[in-house]
T-cell receptor, first 114, second 115 residues
């Protein structure tokens, strides 16, 4: 089955700890995205990558880092510099196609700081 | 800078009633997307509107796009409880260099359908 997977589904982080959220897709999509969603709020873009080995900061990149070494994978690291990381994190991907470029979402990772 | 607004942000309606959610955006675009999000879940794609005048329907939901007015509507007909969710619109501008601009999401409309 083609799709986007995120792991883990739930993640607990202690103060001062770095954690990495996984995002994998087998849709052969070019672009991948990370969003953060706080309770009752909309989506805010953290980082995005249009091609392998290239990524750009979104609106709220501070305290986060990413890599894009493979087309299928776009892991997000939440560093200790992110002061309020408790949120729902969504990964998405899409084709870089003029017509067929709908963005598809993974199931999400819920991160809680203890 | 592309801005996307939705109206209303909260909507409580009775089963069997009709209502419309509006999505306005600030920059010329010919593509708009509607998503549904259930509590605690991810976003599910509902409609992709790729041209002026596009209209799509699925069950009790119908979406339309007017690119000249920079407006999309999501019309709900004879609402049922199962439609209770948050609905997001998103706008995207595709650049000639094939690189594309990222989606910009609206704030979402939280819909509650009451029996």
């Amino acid at each position: 089955d083609g799709g986007i997977t995120q792991s883990p589904k739930y993640l607990f982080r202690k103060e001062g700890q770095n954690v990495t959220l996984s995002c994998e897709q087998n849709l052969n999509h070019d672009a991948m995205y990370w969003y953060r969603q706080d309770p009752g709020q909309g989506l805010r873009l953290i980082y995005y990558s249009q091609i392998v080995n290239d990524f750009q900061k979104g609106d709220i990149a501070e305290g986060y880092s990413v890599s894009r070494e493979k087309k299928e994978s776009f892991p997000l690291t939440v560093t200790s510099a992110q002061k309020n990381p408790t949120a729902f994190y969504l990964c998405a991907s899409r084709l870089r196609d003029r017509v067929n470029n709908e963005q598809f979402f993974g199931p999400g990772t819920r991160l809680t700081v203890l | 800078e592309l801005k996307v607004e939705q109206n209303p942000l909260f909507l409580s309606m009775q089963e069997g009633k009709n209502y419309t959610i509006y999505c306005n955006y600030s920059t010329t675009s010919d593509r708009l997307y509607w998503y549904r999000q259930d509590p605690g879940k991810s976003l599910e794609s509902l409609f992709v509107l790729l041209s002026n005048g596009a209209v799509k329907q699925e069950g009790r939901l119908m979406a339309s796009l007017d690119t000249k007015a920079r407006l999309s509507t999501l019309h709900i007909t004879a609402a049922v409880h199962d439609l209770s969710a948050t609905y997001f619109c998103a706008v995207d501008i595709f650049r000639d260099d094939n690189y594309g601009q990222n989606f910009v999401f609206g704030p979402g409309t939280r819909l509650s359908v009451l029996p």
